[in-house]
């Protein structure tokens, strides 16, 4: 199956790539240890939200609850958040890191092509980095404006062309025969929904939008963290031999001790869209 296909094949990011965190932890590790930005990504996002006191919120994809873990400090008192995600392993894992919150969270499983929602339920959505993962686009979007009130807001986080784009030149030959790898062959360009052509798919069905990019990049200096993000993303039944893995690791520490650090671009941002 094509990379492209995985993105959008439901069994295998509900039984493999999501069924838990392990492979979002390893990725949102080297973006929260490298970064270069000035604003954490979470807090940016949810400064977005523009929440106020009894808000009805849903977030489509929610995995772990990162967004709502790292700001619950934050929210204002009385909204009541309904946390989906595919995956009910994602599901499980905020849920047990948000019921001592005491804020007003619920929980269930759930596919953003058919919510369980009445229509004009909610008065924020939120789609941080999943919009690309939902086989049938369109349907997704008629039913995220279903589901939002008159004046409703929809909060969509994807990435652009170049986003980590630097990776491919960074593996050696060795590795660039290993079909699948996001590595040899970047992922950004494939996405079906991102910078690019995140506002021709919204503009169907809402009224204005806003694109809020995100300004970051990365300084990696440690090898280990960086070959966790590599390897987060390989097809699950590639078997990518000890010999190239110890290629690959002494090919960056090399970069790193020779520059300092390998320097990877982001290329991220967020569409705010109102019904």
Same mark, same amino acid.
């Given at each position: 199956m094509e990379r492209s296909e995985l993105f959008q094949d439901s069994a295998y990011l509900q039984k493999n790539q999501y069924r838990d965190s392990r492979n979002l932890d390893a990725r949102a590790a080297l973006h929260r240890?490298?970064?270069?930005? @000035?604003a954490d990504w979470q807090p940016w996002v949810f400064d977005l939200l523009k929440l106020e006191p009894g808000m009805r919120v849903l977030e489509c994809g929610c995995g772990p609850g990162w967004l709502w873990r790292e700001n619950v400090a934050r929210l204002p008192a009385d909204c009541h958040i309904t946390l989906t995600d595919l995956s009910p392993g994602m599901v499980a894992e905020a849920e047990a890191a948000l019921a001592g919150s005491g804020h007003h969270f619920e929980f269930q499983q759930a596919n953003i092509q058919a919510l369980e929602f009445a229509d004009e339920t909610f008065d924020v959505v939120v789609a941080n980095h999943m919009l690309y993962h939902v086989p049938d686009l369109p349907q997704g979007?008629?039913? @995220?404006?279903?589901?939002?009130?008159?004046?409703?807001?929809?909060?969509?986080?994807? &990435?652009? &062309?170049?986003?980590m784009q630097e990776l491919p030149t960074l593996v050696p030959e060795v590795l660039r025969a290993i079909s699948g790898s996001t590595l040899v062959r970047g992922e950004s360009q494939m996405l079906p929904f991102r910078l690019e052509n995140g506002r021709a798919a919204l503009e169907p069905y809402f009224n204005t939008i806003e694109l809020h990019l995100y300004a970051d990049s990365?300084? @990696?200096?440690?090898?280990?963290p960086l070959l966790a993000y590599a390897f987060s993303m390989i097809k699950p039944e590639m078997d990518v031999p000890e010999t190239? @893995?110890?290629?690959?690791?002494?090919?960056w520490s090399a970069k790193i001790e020779a520059e300092g650090g390998i320097h990877i671009s982001k290329d991220s941002g967020v569409f705010e869209a109102q019904k």
């Amino acid at each position: 199956m094509e990379r492209s296909e995985l993105f959008q094949d439901s069994a295998y990011l509900q039984k493999n790539q999501y069924r838990d965190s392990r492979n979002l932890d390893a990725r949102a590790a080297l973006h929260r240890r490298f970064s270069t930005a @000035v604003a954490d990504w979470q807090p940016w996002v949810f400064d977005l939200l523009k929440l106020e006191p009894g808000m009805r919120v849903l977030e489509c994809g929610c995995g772990p609850g990162w967004l709502w873990r790292e700001n619950v400090a934050r929210l204002p008192a009385d909204c009541h958040i309904t946390l989906t995600d595919l995956s009910p392993g994602m599901v499980a894992e905020a849920e047990a890191a948000l019921a001592g919150s005491g804020h007003h969270f619920e929980f269930q499983q759930a596919n953003i092509q058919a919510l369980e929602f009445a229509d004009e339920t909610f008065d924020v959505v939120v789609a941080n980095h999943m919009l690309y993962h939902v086989p049938d686009l369109p349907q997704g979007l008629a039913e @995220v404006r279903r589901v939002l009130k008159q004046d409703g807001r929809f909060i969509a986080a994807t &990435n652009g &062309n170049k986003h980590m784009q630097e990776l491919p030149t960074l593996v050696p030959e060795v590795l660039r025969a290993i079909s699948g790898s996001t590595l040899v062959r970047g992922e950004s360009q494939m996405l079906p929904f991102r910078l690019e052509n995140g506002r021709a798919a919204l503009e169907p069905y809402f009224n204005t939008i806003e694109l809020h990019l995100y300004a970051d990049s990365l300084w @990696v200096t440690e090898v280990e963290p960086l070959l966790a993000y590599a390897f987060s993303m390989i097809k699950p039944e590639m078997d990518v031999p000890e010999t190239a @893995v110890a290629q690959l690791r002494s090919a960056w520490s090399a970069k790193i001790e020779a520059e300092g650090g390998i320097h990877i671009s982001k290329d991220s941002g967020v569409f705010e869209a109102q019904k």
